[in-house]
C-alpha cells in the first residue's frame, strides 16, 4: 500500500467509551480530615487572588477533608479572607505579585495527597520552575491548570516518566498552546486530538469547553453537563478544585476527572434552572455543587 492510501491513523474501536459515572461511596463514620485527602493547590497572583479562593473553595465544596491554598505573600490575607475553612500558604512573590524562584522551597517535603497548580499565577520564569520541580519532585498526583499548562508550551517533555498521576485541565486555547495546533483543528477534532496527546504523554487530559472531552488515551468520556452560562471566568478555577478533592478522596485519576467534570457542569446546569444563566457566576457553582452531590449519593 502506498503511503497515500493509508488511512489515517484513528484510535477507533481500541478506545473504550465510558458513560457510566463512577459510584460515590458513602463517607466512612471513623473517617476524619486525615481520612479525606489533604490538597495543596497552588494559585493567584496580583490581580488573580480569586483564582486561588474558587480553586479553593472547589476543592472544599467537594469532600476534601483539609484544603491548603499555596498563593504569593502579597494576596494571602486575600485569599486567606474569602474562605475561613482552607489553610493559606505564603510564598515569596516578586514585584509584579507573582511567586519567585524561591517559593518551591516552601513546598518541598510536604505531605499532601494532591496538588493542584496553575490557576491565577501569571507568566514568569520562576513559575516554569515551581511547575517543573512538581513534575519532577512531587510524589503526589498533580492537577495542573491556566498557567501551570502554559509553562508547558512547547517543552512537553517534563510530562513523561512521573510515577504519579498527571492530569491536565486545558480550555482549547491552552490546548492549543500545548500542541502548536490551531484552536480551530483542536474543535475540529477534540476527541481524537485529546486521546492522542493522553497517550503520548501518559496523562489525563480535560479538554474544556462544550462537551468536555476526558481521557487517558485508552479509555474516552464527553461530558454532557454544562451550559454557556459557565462562560464567566473563573468556572475553570472551581474545577480545579473539584477534581484535586476527588482525587485526594482516592477516586482513580480519570474517575476523578470525568465525575468532577460532571458535577461541575450539573452544578452549573442547577444554577441555571434557578437563577439563569446571565446571572450565575462561578461562585453560584460553588453554592449548586452541594445539590449535584446529593443526587449522585442519593440513588
Ligand atoms: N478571578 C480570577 O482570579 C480569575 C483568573 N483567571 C486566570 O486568568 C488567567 C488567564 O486565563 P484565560 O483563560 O482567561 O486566558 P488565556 O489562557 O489567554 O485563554 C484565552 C484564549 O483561549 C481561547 N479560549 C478559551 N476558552 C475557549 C473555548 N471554550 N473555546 C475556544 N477557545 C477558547 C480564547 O479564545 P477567544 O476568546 O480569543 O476566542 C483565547 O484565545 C489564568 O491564569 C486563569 O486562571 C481566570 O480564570 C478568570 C478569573
Ligand atoms: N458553553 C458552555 N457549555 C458548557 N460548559 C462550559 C461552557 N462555557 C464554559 N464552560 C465550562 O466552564 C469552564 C471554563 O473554564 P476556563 O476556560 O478554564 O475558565 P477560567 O479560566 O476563566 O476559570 C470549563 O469547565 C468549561 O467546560
Ligand atoms: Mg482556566
Redesign the pocket.
Given at each position: 500500500m502506498t503511503p497515500e492510501f493509508r488511512q489515517p491513523f484513528s484510535l477507533g474501536d481500541a478506545m473504550r467509551r465510558v458513560t457510566e459515572l463512577p459510584p460515590i461511596g458513602e463517607r466512612d463514620p471513623q473517617g476524619h480530615k486525615g481520612t479525606y485527602g489533604r490538597v495543596l493547590i497552588v494559585a493567584g497572583s496580583r490581580g488573580m487572588s480569586g483564582?486561588g479562593a474558587l480553586s479553593g473553595q472547589g476543592a472544599l465544596r467537594s469532600g476534601a477533608g483539609l484544603v491548603t491554598v499555596a498563593c504569593p505573600d502579597v494576596v494571602a490575607p486575600i485569599v486567606a479572607g474569602v474562605d475561613p475553612c482552607y489553610l493559606t500558604l505564603w510564598l515569596p512573590s516578586d514585584r509584579q505579585g507573582r511567586v519567585t524562584a524561591q517559593a518551591y522551597d516552601k513546598l518541598r517535603g510536604r505531605k499532601d495527597d494532591v496538588i493542584a497548580v496553575g490557576?491565577g499565577m501569571g507568566a514568569s520564569p520562576a513559575l516554569r520552575r515551581l511547575v517543573l520541580s512538581l513534575l519532577a519532585h512531587a510524589s503526589a498526583p498533580l492537577v495542573i491548570?491556566?498557567d501551570g499548562l502554559n509553562v508547558l508550551a512547547g517543552h512537553i517533555e517534563p510530562l513523561a516518566g512521573r510515577a504519579a498521576a498527571t492530569i491536565l485541565?486545558p480550555?482549547p486555547g491552552e490546548f492549543s498552546r500545548l500542541t502548536g495546533r490551531s484552536i480551530a483543528a483542536i474543535q475540529a477534532d477534540r476527541e481524537e486530538m485529546a486521546a492522542r496527546f493522553a497517550k503520548e504523554h501518559g496523562v489525563v487530559l480535560v479538554l474544556?469547553?462544550?462537551g468536555?472531552v476526558i481521557t487517558d488515551g485508552t479509555s474516552l468520556a464527553v461530558n454532557d453537563t454544562?451550559?454557556?452560562g459557565?462562560?464567566?471566568?473563573?468556572?475553570?478555577?472551581?474545577?480545579t478544585g473539584i477534581i484535586a478533592a476527588l482525587l485526594g478522596q482516592g477516586f482513580e485519576p480519570f474517575d476523578a476527572a470525568r465525575l468532577g467534570?460532571y458535577l461541575?457542569?450539573r452544578a452549573?446546569d442547577l444554577a441555571a434552572e434557578d437563577i439563569g444563566m446571565i446571572s450565575m457566576t462561578?461562585v453560584d457553582l460553588l453554592a449548586w455543587l452541594p445539590q449535584a452531590f446529593l443526587e449522585l449519593a442519593t440513588p
Amino acid at each position: 500500500m502506498t503511503p497515500e492510501f493509508r488511512q489515517p491513523f484513528s484510535l477507533g474501536d481500541a478506545m473504550r467509551r465510558v458513560t457510566e459515572l463512577p459510584p460515590i461511596g458513602e463517607r466512612d463514620p471513623q473517617g476524619h480530615k486525615g481520612t479525606y485527602g489533604r490538597v495543596l493547590i497552588v494559585a493567584g497572583s496580583r490581580g488573580m487572588s480569586g483564582a486561588g479562593a474558587l480553586s479553593g473553595q472547589g476543592a472544599l465544596r467537594s469532600g476534601a477533608g483539609l484544603v491548603t491554598v499555596a498563593c504569593p505573600d502579597v494576596v494571602a490575607p486575600i485569599v486567606a479572607g474569602v474562605d475561613p475553612c482552607y489553610l493559606t500558604l505564603w510564598l515569596p512573590s516578586d514585584r509584579q505579585g507573582r511567586v519567585t524562584a524561591q517559593a518551591y522551597d516552601k513546598l518541598r517535603g510536604r505531605k499532601d495527597d494532591v496538588i493542584a497548580v496553575g490557576p491565577g499565577m501569571g507568566a514568569s520564569p520562576a513559575l516554569r520552575r515551581l511547575v517543573l520541580s512538581l513534575l519532577a519532585h512531587a510524589s503526589a498526583p498533580l492537577v495542573i491548570d491556566a498557567d501551570g499548562l502554559n509553562v508547558l508550551a512547547g517543552h512537553i517533555e517534563p510530562l513523561a516518566g512521573r510515577a504519579a498521576a498527571t492530569i491536565l485541565t486545558p480550555h482549547p486555547g491552552e490546548f492549543s498552546r500545548l500542541t502548536g495546533r490551531s484552536i480551530a483543528a483542536i474543535q475540529a477534532d477534540r476527541e481524537e486530538m485529546a486521546a492522542r496527546f493522553a497517550k503520548e504523554h501518559g496523562v489525563v487530559l480535560v479538554l474544556k469547553g462544550p462537551g468536555t472531552v476526558i481521557t487517558d488515551g485508552t479509555s474516552l468520556a464527553v461530558n454532557d453537563t454544562g451550559n454557556p452560562g459557565m462562560g464567566t471566568g473563573g468556572s475553570g478555577d472551581v474545577l480545579t478544585g473539584i477534581i484535586a478533592a476527588l482525587l485526594g478522596q482516592g477516586f482513580e485519576p480519570f474517575d476523578a476527572a470525568r465525575l468532577g467534570v460532571y458535577l461541575h457542569g450539573r452544578a452549573g446546569d442547577l444554577a441555571a434552572e434557578d437563577i439563569g444563566m446571565i446571572s450565575m457566576t462561578p461562585v453560584d457553582l460553588l453554592a449548586w455543587l452541594p445539590q449535584a452531590f446529593l443526587e449522585l449519593a442519593t440513588p
